[in-house]
């Protein structure tokens, strides 16, 4: 089975920074897009960052680049989302997703697989 878990929300002060975990299991990373997600109550669901298991590409929404970082380990089937410059409008809870395909996309419409949200505060 498809597992992903995703880890290190927390709170923070406004300028702090995080760094989030998403361990996956049961795929073989080289063949899947891992990316994050964010989400407020009652908002849609937000392409944060995706990354390219096979090539590793990447994508950034416009608000977090310069922002936010993402990598991945392959051997461990991880992936890091880096969050520097923290804002307090960051705070959100984050979802780390995977689709099969080897085309970068990051949109949470074909996402196939998703792990339990970590939540992200950010204090002023």
């Known amino acids: 089975d498809v597992q992903l878990q995703a880890s290190g929300g927390g709170l923070v002060q406004a300028g702090g920074s995080l760094r989030l975990s998403c361990a996956a299991s049961g795929f073989t990373f080289d063949d899947y897009i891992v990316g994050w997600f964010r989400q407020a109550p009652s908002r849609p669901r937000e392409g944060v960052s995706c990354?390219?298991?096979?090539?590793?590409?990447?994508y950034y929404a416009d608000s977090v680049k310069g922002q936010f970082t993402i990598s991945s380990d392959n051997a461990e089937n991880t992936v890091y989302l880096q969050m520097d410059n923290l804002k307090p409008e960051d705070t959100y809870v984050y979802f780390c997703?995977?689709?099969?395909?080897?085309?970068?996309?990051?949109?949470?419409?074909?996402?196939?697989?998703w792990g339990k949200g970590t939540q992200v505060t950010v204090s002023s």
């Open positions: 990354i390219s298991g096979s090539d590793g590409s990447t």
């Open positions: 997703a995977a689709a099969r395909r080897r085309s970068m996309w990051c949109n949470s419409v074909g996402m196939k697989y």
